[in-house]
């Protein structure tokens, strides 16, 4: 089992910043994957950006040059750095991580870009 605790969302205006946690209640060094979606709402989830195991990258076309996406094995957390927040980036944000061919999701945080 994997719990995991999202943290850091809020409001923020235009063009601003934001930096989102996930902290996971074990080691992520044998996690497959860790990433982070988002959901608006009346829309599906989407996926943000994801970090694989070997720490490589993905990102969503919306946000590539503006979210970094890092884990700190050190911490067991895995981070999004969102710079040039839009009002569009306004949604639920959720941490999964696959784990032994398993998805765990957390609880979400809401992120507000607004002015």
């Known amino acids: 089992q994997v719990q995991l605790v999202e943290s850091g969302g809020g409001l923020v205006q235009p063009g601003g910043s934001l930096r989102l946690s996930c902290a996971a209640s074990?080691?992520?060094?044998?996690?497959?994957?860790m990433g982070w979606y988002r959901q608006a709402p009346g829309l599906q989830r989407e996926l943000v950006a994801l970090i694989a195991f070997d720490g490589r990258t993905n990102y969503s076309d919306s946000v590539k040059g503006r979210f970094t996406i890092s884990r700190d094995n050190a911490e067991n957390t895995v981070n999004l750095q969102m710079n040039s927040l839009k009002s569009e980036d306004t949604a639920v944000y959720y941490c999964k991580v696959i784990h032994i061919f398993r998805a765990y999701w957390g609880q979400g945080t809401q992120v507000t870009v607004s002015s």
């Open positions: 074990r080691s992520i060094v044998s996690f497959t994957s």
